[in-house]
């Protein structure tokens, strides 16, 4: 947004030509202001006048498009509202129909019943679901009597953007108890936060509070507006609140549209629904479905989907978007070619009819359908991910979801959608891979659940206040600012660091201790989608404006917990866990006669300094979570194997602790496994972290390399956080330092280019037949792996050196048959006693957060329900104990 001054004077400019603030922006996007009809003459030069349209329905609105004088004209990038035409439309459809889907069945055909299964009830999570109307609770209270286990009472809560407009229409009280059902639907426990716009604010009132409020980790938009007929400042203003939703770890997902390709009707020309354009949502479309109902109505399966289209212009909404070019996400293997961003992303029953959904209103059970239904329902199904995954939020999710499909697409991984091939929603058909009547096609929640988190999740803030003073002395950042993006001195290499003064009502201003009005805060910067401007020539707003709103737009990240989960094994593949002892080349590959692709096998190790991004990748590399990850360096102890198994090869990798200047045993020992990885492998990934740049350390890691016999490769990583022009001089640098090895900028937290080097690493490695079996990922045994979650936990919920003092030891690990719940019995080493309460926490809080996060994770690891018993014992030395070092497998 603008700074703090510029605001300030946008708003003074406004209260001087008469007009008075109904609304600031805390995130100061907007400004909501009222005036007469005679303000807006004089202030903004055009007249306001009554309309009529073909049926005599009267309007009012301006003469001319409004105009500002100079002084504020360039720090407004548009004026909306000045009109009352039909704007915001429910997207509810009324089914005739009296067979329809419950909660129940809904779950059970998208695969939402497994998580269901393994407990998630959406408890601890948020849904902020966006209307205009307010509704009765006596249904809500109904539907979850009729339609929900017995005794469930739904937390659905209301939150006004202003005040409180009252009951509405009809359609709109009934998308109101849609929405509202249909979030809990699959998610009892989940909280839904029904968020009212009132006359006023209306829908972009209440998504800039749920946004501004974190009012869910999930928000659900069930409304349209034709992009053609909304302004260009408008559609974008949307799309700057998503970045902002995504970058807190929120997910948007929107309604495509129930109008076909067509979604200004009567005007026929194709458009997609503005909501739903940005490229920070996800666009829920709509498929008719057969749930192969038994003879009481309830579903048994999954009997296939076509296209929602029931003529008459009811159908799947889709289409390319006229104001945002294709993000970067939507080019690949599986895609059409796209100028625009298409929608939708993927696609759920929607067809009122066939089968619908159950809802209650005014009293009475209905059937309805429309997008507006499967929004909300896909939102409830990822309250049970979010739980799952242990994860406040999955943010933005198209990336993640594109790379899932993608590899889907090319059999690189089992499926995780259904994908719809049959039907057309009157322009675009259905097709195999991504199309835009149904994206992706429907989601296989089961399959998805365990794989999302990994990739376009909230970003990992890294702030810390130096503290003034005292040489440099950091202290992590209590508090959020919003830092001001004209503030941020970008330095060519290593982490913006920004000045910034705190003012009244920043929370925790002085949190580095010092009452002088000012802090330096380190703040890690992320962009979430690097290319989402607007398509050349796009209507609306001048170039200029264009480039001032997107040019130097940064998703500030400041929550410190808000990371999810990396990605899981899919139950499927989970059976490999826990073998300890690979079986070297028991499972000969056939091989085709005459065939003259070779299969090849080996090792790759991946190397580098602490904190580069190692095992973020090693998991990605895997496609799955074998790995644990923190923001804090040093977090890998042990040499830890991931496998991954293509059609035509079959890569061990190797994850290593950081290498770097060593002085304790335990370090020492760390890093000599690091060394010791780099004998056995075939290739080297010889990891770089561009955000920091190459250092002192790099380079002598490079010059170890150099001479060995083992190809490597240079990954530059985490480019997600650093802009494009800065990589040429580091690649330059990379380059003189190891000539002729191939360097490849990526992410491993976006998956950017993960691919390009998993192609290389398969390129590399020498012919021969599978090492493991190919459903096995890792040869580290699960209590192992459950070691190292507590720990995760304990490195992510403690600061300073008090992590490095720690380590886990899982004691007990067993069966328990009653109720299939698996016993964890763990001990927290803690080097020195002052650091036992600190694990603990006042009242036993922090050891019971570890313990609630580790648990989740653990029983998305296992497959079932765990209980954990985590104990802290004091036992100074222990690092430097061989024979503790040992039992750690250091
Ligand atoms: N922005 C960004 N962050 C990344 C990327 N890869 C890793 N990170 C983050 O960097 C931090 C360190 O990641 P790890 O994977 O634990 O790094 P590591 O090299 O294994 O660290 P050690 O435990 O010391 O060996 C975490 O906060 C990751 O989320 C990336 O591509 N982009
Ligand atoms: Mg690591």
Redesign the pocket.
């Given at each position: 947004g603008p700074s703090r001054a510029e605001y300030a004077r946008v708003r003074g400019w406004f209260e001087a030509h008469g007009f008075h603030v109904v609304h600031d922006s805390p995130l100061r996007i907007a400004l909501v202001v009222a005036g007469t009809a005679g303000d807006v003459a004089a202030a903004l030069g055009t007249p306001i006048r009554f309309f009529h349209d073909r049926d005599a329905r009267v309007y009012h609105g301006p003469e001319a498009a409004p105009a500002l004088p100079a002084e504020v004209a360039d720090s407004v990038h548009g004026i909306l509202g000045l009109d009352d035409l039909p704007h915001f439309e429910p997207l509810v459809r009324l089914g005739s129909d009296d067979v329809a889907l419950g909660p129940k069945d809904f779950a059970l055909v998208y695969g939402a019943a497994a998580l269901q299964a393994s407990g998630a009830t959406g408890a601890g999570g948020a849904i902020a679901v966006i209307v205009r109307s307010n509704f009765p609770d006596a249904d809500v209270a109904a539907f979850a009597a009729a339609y929900l286990p017995a005794g469930t009472t739904l937390d659905v809560q209301r939150v006004f953007a202003d005040t409180d407009p009252g009951m509405l229409a009809r359609a709109e009280v009934t998308e109101v108890l849609l929405d509202a059902e249909w979030a809990a639907a699959l998610a009892p426990a989940v909280r839904v936060n029904v968020v009212i716009g009132d006359r006023s604010n209306d829908i972009p009132g209440a998504i800039e509070k749920a946004v501004e409020g974190r009012l869910g980790d999930v928000i659900s938009v069930s409304f349209g507006l034709c992009e053609i007929r909304a302004s260009t400042a408008e559609t974008e203003l949307f799309d700057v609140w998503y970045a902002i939703a995504n970058a807190q770890g929120q997910t948007v997902l929107v309604a495509s549209g129930d109008d076909g390709a067509t979604a200004c009707l009567p005007n026929t020309r194709p458009a997609v629904n503005a909501l739903a354009a940005s490229p920070h949502a996800v666009a829920v479309g709509g498929t008719t479905l057969d749930p192969r109902f038994d003879a009481s109505g309830n579903a048994t399966g999954y009997g296939g989907e076509t296209v929602w289209n029931e003529g008459r212009g009811a159908a799947s909404g889709g289409g390319e978007s006229l104001v945002f070019a294709r993000p970067r996400y939507q080019l690949g293997p599986g895609l059409p070619p796209l100028t625009g961003r298409g929608l939708p992303d993927l696609a759920l029953v929607a067809n009122p009819d066939a089968p619908g959904y159950v809802m209650v209103s005014g009293g009475t059970s209905g059937v309805v359908g429309g997008t507006s239904a499967a929004t909300p329902a896909l939102a409830s199904a990822l309250a049970l991910v979010n739980e799952v995954q242990g994860a406040a939020g999955l943010g933005q999710l198209g990336p993640t979801l594109y790379r899932l499909a993608g590899e889907q697409a090319r059999g690189l991984r089992g499926p995780v959608f259904h994908d719809v091939t049959q039907g057309t929603n009157g322009l675009f058909a259905a097709a195999p891979g991504f199309d835009l009547a149904t994206g992706w096609g429907s989601p296989m929640i089961d399959a998805l659940a365990p794989a999302l988190g990994g990739g376009g999740g909230p970003?990992?803030p890294?702030s810390q206040c130096l503290v003034p003073g005292t040489g440099g002395a950091r202290r992590s950042c209590a508090a959020e600012w919003l830092v001001e993006a004209s503030a941020l001195a970008r330095r060519p290499s290593g982490i913006p660091r920004v000045r910034q003064f705190c003012r009244d009502g920043d929370p925790g201003c002085d949190a580095d201790g010092m009452a002088d009005g000012q802090c330096t805060v380190n703040v890690?910067l992320?962009l979430n989608v690097l290319d989402e401007r607007r398509r050349p020539g796009a209507p609306g707003a001048s170039d200029r404006t264009a480039r001032r709103m997107h040019g130097d737009r940064t998703d500030h990240c400041s929550r410190g917990t808000r990371?999810p989960a990396g990605p899981r094994a899919p139950a499927r593949e989970r059976r490999g866990v826990g073998r300890t002892i690979p079986r070297p080349r028991d499972s000969p590959v056939p091989r085709v006669r005459g065939a003259t692709v070779a299969h090849r096998a080996g090792y790759a190790a991946i190397v580098?300094?602490?904190?580069?991004?190692?095992?973020?990748?090693?998991?990605a590399l895997v496609g799955t979570k074998v790995?644990?990850?923190?923001?804090?360096?040093?977090?890998?102890r042990n040499r830890l194997l991931g496998i991954r198994t293509l059609p035509g090869a079959q890569i061990a990798f190797l994850?290593?602790?950081?290498i770097h200047e060593a002085r304790s045993p335990l370090n020492r020992r760390m890093v000599e496994t690091a060394r010791q990885a780099l004998a056995e492998a075939d290739v080297v990934l010889l990891?770089i972290?561009a955000?920091t740049g190459v250092t002192p350390g790099d380079r002598v890691l490079a010059s170890t390399l150099a001479p060995l016999p083992a190809t490597t490769i240079v990954v530059l990583?985490?480019?997600?956080?650093v802009a494009r022009p800065e990589l040429l001089p580091l690649m330059a640098t990379l380059g003189e330092l190891l000539p002729g090895r191939e360097i490849i900028p990526?992410?491993?937290?976006?998956g950017?280019n993960v691919d390009t080097v998993l192609g290389r690493v398969v390129d590399a490695l020498p012919e021969g037949e599978r090492l493991y079996q190919a459903d096995e990922y890792t040869t580290a045994t699960e209590r192992f792996l459950v070691q190292e979650l507590v720990r995760e936990q304990l490195f992510r919920q403690t600061e300073e050196e008090v992590p490095y003092g720690t380590a886990v030891l899982v004691e007990e690990f067993t069966e328990r048959p009653e109720g299939d719940v698996l016993f964890v019995r763990a001990t927290i080493l803690v080097d020195r006693p002052s650091q036992k309460p600190i694990v603990i926490g006042a009242g036993g809080q922090r050891l019971r957060e570890i313990g609630r996060r580790a648990r989740l994770e653990v029983e998305a690891l296992c497959g079932r329900r765990v209980f954990l018993e985590l104990f802290v014992k004091v036992e100074p030395g222990w690092a430097k104990n061989p024979r503790r070092l040992g039992e750690l497998g250091l």
């Open positions: 970003c990992v890294e890690a992320c990371r580098g300094r602490p904190n580069v991004g190692k095992s973020t990748l090693l998991n790995a644990i990850v923190t923001p804090k360096p040093q977090t890998t994850d290593t602790p950081g990891l972290d955000a990583n985490k480019v997600d956080r990526a992410s491993a937290l976006t950017e």
